[in-house]
């Protein structure tokens, strides 16, 4: 199927929605690899179908005989421009669906006001996301990394190892303000970031596992990224330790 035949079927997925919703429904978009242009033979459409509260908002996923993968996530209009104008410390892999897409219906230029929600987050929002993603998640690995290693539980070390990367990477997304256009072009567009850790390369090479690393190369590799990030994250203003005790 080509990117022509993905488009005319989600504009085909399009007419149906609004045969059932009807007035409901404020608008619908491509968002995901179509919508970028850049799908592959392997690609699946992906559509979010905005509407007013009169609908419950579900997903609907499924294979469909042809082969194709459709996924149609419906979304109250509130909670979508709510999330548009939202930063969470997930916000870097998200973040793309809201601002890479192809409109196939809107009423009353609803999606001018998603863009309008898109260009009002702070520099207060990342930091807030920023401190969470050390505090809840980072930090913990750090230390289930470090009682792997003196407990010589290798396996656990490498598993942790690599969520501690990828939640580093989410981390350094925020701390650009950038969002990754793909979970398939994270690594290379992490590489391109203006804020990064340094000997990051050597970090992301053994973490991620594109070249054989004993276990002492990578625990070293995460003690150096942990390091870093709190280097980061005192030059950018990022408060993630409390001095109270907080119940």
């Not at 007419?15 to 970028?36: E, N």
């Not at 969470?132 to 290798?154: C, F, M, S, T």
């Not at 942790?160 to 925020?174: C, D, K, Q, Y």
Request: aromatic letters at 12%; one cysteine or more.
């Amino acid at each position: 199927m080509t990117h022509e035949d993905r488009l005319a079927v989600a504009r085909d997925l399009a007419q149906r929605i609004l045969a059932k919703y009807g007035d409901a429904v404020l608008g619908i978009a491509i968002y995901g690899s179509v919508a970028r242009g850049a799908d592959t033979s392997y690609s699946d459409i992906e559509l979010k179908a905005i509407t007013s509260d009169s609908v419950d908002e579900h997903d609907v996923e499924y294979v469909h005989r042809s082969g194709m993968k459709i996924e149609i996530n419906y979304e109250h209009a509130e909670n979508y421009l709510r999330r548009a104008g939202s930063v969470d410390t997930d916000w870097p892999i998200w973040a793309g669906q809201y601002r890479q897409q192809v409109v196939l219906f809107e009423r009353e230029n609803f999606f001018a006001q998603a863009r309008q929600a898109v260009g009002s987050l702070k520099d207060k929002d990342f930091r807030a996301a920023q401190a969470q993603l050390i505090a809840e998640d980072l930090y913990e690995l750090v230390q289930k990394i470090r009682g792997a290693w003196e407990h010589h539980h290798e396996e656990n070390l490498r598993w942790w190892a690599g969520r501690f990367l990828w939640f580093s990477i989410m981390w350094l997304g925020l701390a650009n303000r950038k969002y990754f256009t793909s979970g398939s072009t994270v690594w290379e567009e992490v590489r391109k970031f203006m804020i990064l850790p340094k000997d990051f390369e050597s970090c992301l090479s053994v973490l991620a596992g594109f070249k054989p690393s004993s276990a002492g190369e990578i625990y070293r590799a995460v003690e150096g990224l942990w390091t870093e990030i709190q280097r980061l994250a005192d030059e950018q203003g990022v408060m993630w330790q409390s001095d109270e005790w907080l119940v």
